[in-house]
Each structure stands twice: as structure tokens, then as C-alpha cells.
């Protein structure tokens, strides 16, 4: 099958501090598996690397300069919905905790690494899309009570 995948969970240097995320052997076992394909939304969305960390405010992304970069989080999750139509992919693979790609909750707005319930907006907007979304140890997110 064909998942398109945050790319930093290959190892390539595009989070915002410009480290490398080592590459997990649930990621190596996908990568056997499947074609995987590697998407930043916030690259794709225009931002650069290293750059400020951002934290979801309800409906707005918030840089740690106070700057609303919401504009370019909504970009880089419209271009990879675009990707994953173009390559007719199966699924997208998302980085936990990311303000763009977190399936499994995100960081609160505070800057205080605190964790809540939410998602990112690229993983919002797959899943309001009807794409599959898997969380990076490959399962689905868990499901929103209504
Ligand atoms: S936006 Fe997603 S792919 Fe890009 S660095 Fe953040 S978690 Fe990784």
C-alpha cells in the first residue's frame, strides 16, 4: 500500500528545531511494508527550518513569538490532502503531538508542554476529507466521542 507520512519520522531534518528524529522500528516496519512518502505540512506550507515551535489556540496556531501563523499551518494541510489525492494514497501517517500532524492530542497553547485531547490541523482536515489516518506507531487515532 501507499502512505504518505510526516517526514520527520524518516529522519529528514524538518521540525522546527532542525534536530533529526532518529527513525522508530515501528516506522522501519511500515517503511518495509508499504511505499511510504514524506510530506511536511509546514514546510510545504511555506515556513521555514529551524523555526519558531507553535502550539494550536482553538481555531488559530500561535507561534512562541506570539505571531499567528495559522495562514501557513492551513496551506501545508491543504497541500497535503492535494498530495494525497495526487498519489491515490491509502492512508497518511502523522507524528504524534505535532500542532499540524498530532493524531493522539496535542500541546495545550500554553507553551507549558502540556498535553490535551485534540488533533493537529493536517490530521483534522485528512480526517474531515475521509482519509485514513494512522498515528505513528501505525494505528488509528483514537475516535471522538460524540
Ligand atoms: S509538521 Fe509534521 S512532518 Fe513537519 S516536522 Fe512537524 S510533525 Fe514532522
Redesign the pocket.
Known sequence: MVYLI???LLGLP??YDGRVREVSPAVERLAKEHTLIPV????LGGLPTPRPPAERQGERIVNAEGVDVTAAYRRGAEEVLRLCRHHGADGVIL?DM?P??GTNGIYDGSFTRTRVPGLGVTAELLLSAGVTVLDEGGAPPPRKEK
Open positions: 510526516s517526514a520527520c524538518c521540525r511536511c505540512p509546514e514546510v507524528k505535532s499540524s500532524c
